[in-house]
T-cell receptor, first 114, second 111 residues
Framework: NAGVTQTPKFQVLKTGQSMTLQCAQD?????MSWYRQDPGMGLRLIHY???????DQGEVPNGYNVSRSTTEDFPLRLLSAAPSQTSVYFC?????????????FGDGTRLSIL | QQQVKQSPQSLIVQKGGISIINCAYE??????FPWYQQFPGKGPALLIA?????SEKKEGRFTISFNKSAKQFSLHIMDSQPGDSATYFC??????????FGPGTRLSVLP
């Protein structure tokens, strides 16, 4: 009963380093998305995907890349980490179709950029 | 027009009291309004949701009230318990579009 799994749970990077945040879901959901959560800002959409091979930008895409080669996986890449990217990152998935399909979230990756 | 406003930012309630969180939206095309509950160190989890064709939905101690003409909806937590202490997010969506989340309300229920 895994749902949405995110790794790692915690990460500390130095400015300029790159890394990939992993996200996997086992519910065969077509739609997957990445959010960042900052105090007082709620959940802001970074990138999303409506299916394998299809990705699009959200509200705050700069500094992040995504790819979707399989239905299950949706990694988020930081190309050159900056202190402004210190945040908690959540991956989510949901079934497509009617709008009343709930989002299922992972438990997040807490990322600190020094 | 895509924004969802949420208030208050934080809320302190005594055990047994009623917690009320309010949200407002602009886009009348939204047709699904969920509330998510988030505990520290965890991701948000769906708590309760409503469609605009009903004015109220109740699940246990949690009730959503929906006012379509005012474009507002609220979450009521009856008999609030310390275990309800969490951050609550309202959201809105429509078919084929991304969810839009409110900024969140941090609820503390005092024992």
């Amino acid at each position: 009963n895994a749902g949405v799994t995110q790794t790692p749970k915690f990460q500390v990077l130095k400015t300029g380093q790159s890394m990939t945040l992993q996200c996997a879901q086992d519910m065969n959901h077509e739609y997957m998305s990445w959010y960042r959560q900052d105090p007082g800002m709620g959940l802001r959409l970074i990138h999303y995907s409506v299916g394998a091979g299809i990705t699009d930008q959200g509200e705050v895409p700069n500094g992040y890349n995504v790819s979707r080669s399989t239905t299950e996986d949706f990694p988020l890449r930081l190309l050159s980490a900056a202190p402004s990217q210190t945040s908690v990152y959540f991956c989510a998935s949901r079934a497509t179709g009617a709008s009343n399909q709930p989002q299922h979230f992972g438990d997040g990756t807490r990322l600190s950029i020094l | 027009q895509q924004q969802v406003k949420q208030s208050p930012q934080s809320l302190i309630v005594q055990k047994g009291g009623i917690s009320i969180i309010n949200c407002a939206y602009e886009n009348t095309a939204f047709d699904y309004f969920p509330w998510y509950q988030q505990f520290p160190g965890k991701g948000p989890a769906l708590l309760i949701a409503i469609r605009p064709d009903v004015s109220e939905k109740k699940e246990g101690r949690f009730t959503i009230s929906f006012n379509k003409s005012a474009k507002q909806f609220s979450l009521h937590i009856m008999d609030s318990q310390p275990g309800d202490s969490a951050t609550y997010f309202c959201a809105a969506s429509m078919e084929g579009q991304n969810f839009v989340f409110g900024p969140g309300t941090r609820l503390s229920v005092l024992p």
